[in-house]
């Protein structure tokens, strides 16, 4: 029901780079993280995620600390979507998929996610459609069509908590629209966290942090 950071620092070593965060997001709240490069966003998400353990400070969820939990099962629940998308050799239902028997439930939230990432029709009007090999790391695929491949793989997870760390920069305009209102309909029903520099993917979320320099400097 509730993400909870008090007091939260984080280091490389003996750089310092998060500082004092306190902030709490509620489950299905979408919120949004903005600040220069370098202000320590990322390292923010990473530390939610629980890819990173903090320094100093409490980690909570529902008041148990990160530490408590049972790592493989909360990164079930998560999807994380970034600049970078790793295509494997392999077709595009296996890559969105991660190799999930194709059955008539699976097929159902294959195309569900590559609806929701823009990718549809290009599947759709291939003559393989869902069996479409990608080639060694995507070299059939254009580099806005291998994002939104990472996009589907992560929506057909179905995920509680969605991570977005400039998940559309590499895209047009067009294209990041369509994914935009994807994302939209998902806004309420899941946990949304985004990282971005362009104010049509934060404009919508339910609260802004701004940061620099490893600290929350504003927020609303």
Same mark, same amino acid.
């Given at each position: 029901? &509730?993400?909870?950071? %008090?007091?939260?620092?984080?280091?490389?070593?003996? %750089? @310092? /780079?998060?500082?004092?965060?306190?902030?709490?997001?509620?489950?299905?709240?979408?919120?949004?993280?903005?600040?220069?490069?370098?202000?320590?966003?990322?390292? !923010?998400?990473?530390? =939610?995620?629980? !890819?990173? @353990?903090?320094?100093?400070?409490?980690?909570?969820?529902?008041?148990? +600390?990160? &530490?408590?939990?049972?790592? @493989?099962?909360?990164?079930?629940?998560?999807?994380?979507?970034?600049?970078? *998308?790793? +295509?494997?050799?392999?077709?595009?239902?296996?890559?969105?998929?991660?190799?999930?028997?194709?059955?008539?439930?699976?097929?159902?939230?294959?195309?569900? #996610? /590559?609806?929701? *990432?823009?990718?549809?029709? $290009?599947?759709?009007?291939?003559? %393989?459609?869902?069996?479409?090999?990608?080639?060694?790391?995507?070299?059939?695929?254009?580099?806005?069509?291998?994002?939104?491949? *990472? =996009?589907?793989? &992560?929506?057909?997870?179905?995920?509680?908590?969605?991570?977005?760390?400039?998940?559309?920069?590499?895209?047009?305009? &067009?294209?990041?629209?369509?994914?935009?209102? *994807?994302?939209?309909?998902? @806004?309420?029903?899941?946990? =949304? /966290?985004?990282?971005?520099?362009?104010?049509?993917?934060?404009?919508? #979320?339910?609260? =802004?942090? $701004?940061?620099?320099?490893?600290? +929350?400097?504003?927020?609303?």
């Amino acid at each position: 029901k &509730e993400v909870n950071l %008090k007091n939260l620092y984080f280091s490389y070593g003996d %750089k @310092k /780079i998060l500082h004092n965060i306190n902030l709490s997001i509620l489950k299905n709240q979408t919120v949004a993280f903005v600040g220069e490069s370098g202000s320590g966003k990322t390292t !923010l998400v990473n530390l =939610i995620s629980g !890819l990173l @353990k903090p320094t100093m400070g409490k980690l909570t969820f529902d008041g148990v +600390i990160m &530490e408590n939990l049972n790592i @493989k099962s909360y990164h079930s629940k998560i999807g994380y979507i970034t600049q970078e *998308s790793n +295509i494997f050799n392999d077709t595009i239902f296996n890559n969105v998929t991660f190799w999930r028997h194709k059955n008539k439930e699976n097929l159902l939230r294959f195309n569900n #996610a /590559i609806k929701n *990432s823009a990718i549809f029709e $290009f599947v759709k009007q291939n003559n %393989k459609k869902e069996d479409l090999m990608l080639g060694s790391n995507g070299i059939n695929l254009s580099g806005g069509q291998k994002q939104r491949v *990472s =996009i589907s793989r &992560e929506l057909f997870k179905n995920p509680e908590i969605l991570f977005m760390d400039e998940a559309t920069a590499s895209l047009d305009s &067009e294209t990041e629209n369509l994914i935009q209102n *994807s994302i939209d309909k998902l @806004k309420g029903k899941i946990t =949304i /966290i985004i990282i971005s520099h362009r104010l049509s993917t934060i404009k919508t #979320a339910d609260k =802004i942090f $701004f940061m620099s320099k490893g600290k +929350i400097i504003a927020e609303g």
